[in-house]
């Protein structure tokens, strides 16, 4: 079993940035990349972006292109969201998600593991 556990989450004004970690242990090379969604009170589980293990293939919401960006280590053990001009409305618990399937998706459900999430607040 796959075990991912986030931090770097917290409070932050307006235009401030912030770096997630998302920590793997367990099997990781069972999986093939690693994903980064939130949630919002009273809103969907939302993708925010994806980097495979291996070659390092991104993708990115709307939201997030342009402002950050997702990498990894090579070892498959750490992924990183590094987020830039974070605006009030970005406040979210952010997850990662780690998806055994070689296919891309932006979907939450094809998502096989998952960690426990970690708050991001942006506000003055």
């Known amino acids: 079993q796959v075990q991912l556990v986030e931090s770097g989450g917290g409070l932050v004004q307006p235009g401030g940035s912030l770096r997630l970690s998302c920590a793997a242990s367990g099997p990781t090379s069972s999986t093939y990349g690693v994903a980064w969604f939130r949630q919002a009170p009273g809103k969907d589980r939302e993708f925010v972006s994806y980097i495979a293990w291996s070659h390092g293939t991104t993708y990115y919401s709307d939201s997030a292109k342009g402002r950050w960006r997702t990498s990894r280590d090579g070892a498959r053990k750490t992924a990183y969201l590094q987020m830039n001009t974070l605006k009030p409305e970005d406040t979210a618990v952010y997850f990662c998600?780690?998806?055994?399937?070689?296919?891309?998706?932006?979907?939450?459900?094809?998502?096989?593991?998952w960690g426990q999430g970690t708050q991001v607040t942006v506000s003055t």
């Open positions: 998600a780690a998806i055994r399937s070689y296919a891309f998706t932006d979907k939450a459900e094809e998502y096989d593991y």
